[in-house]
């Protein structure tokens, strides 16, 4: 499975970025995919998730109100549209496939995981 994210970069506070992860359209078929971000020193943390087949939804409460996670059939992507960036925000945000258990907040519930896409947001 190859999970290829995209879309970061170094911004200012109150900017916009869209993380994109596009994957085969099997993967993209088959399963529930999400975001979580590591801060430098941080353990890494969820960010949100789309269920398989885009029944449902979860973001984080840090990022509620600023986020918008949703799949592009399309393009058999996975897309973080993040809005009102603040300097918190900076991470490696890496793309994640194959969510099984009960939550998908928690890490180790993920199969894949992909390379990560750097987001620097500056004050």
């Known amino acids: 499975v190859q999970l290829q994210a995209s879309g970061g970069g170094s911004v200012q506070a109150g900017d916009s970025l869209r993380l994109s992860c596009r994957t085969s359209r099997r993967t993209f078929n088959s399963y529930s995919m999400g975001w979580f971000r590591q801060a430098p020193g941080k353990e890494r943390e969820f960010v949100g998730a789309?269920?398989?087949?885009?029944?449902?939804?979860w973001l984080a409460d840090s990022v509620k109100g600023r986020f918008t996670i949703s799949r592009d059939n399309a393009a058999n992507a996975l897309n973080l549209q993040m809005n009102d960036l603040k300097p918190e925000d900076t991470a490696v945000y890496y793309c994640?496939?194959?969510?099984?258990?009960?939550?998908?907040?928690?890490?180790?519930?993920?199969?894949?995981w992909g390379q990560g896409t750097q987001v620097t947001v500056s004050s």
């Open positions: 789309v269920q398989y087949g885009g029944g449902r939804t």
């Open positions: 994640a496939a194959q969510f099984v258990g009960s939550s998908p907040m928690v890490q180790s519930n993920w199969g894949y």
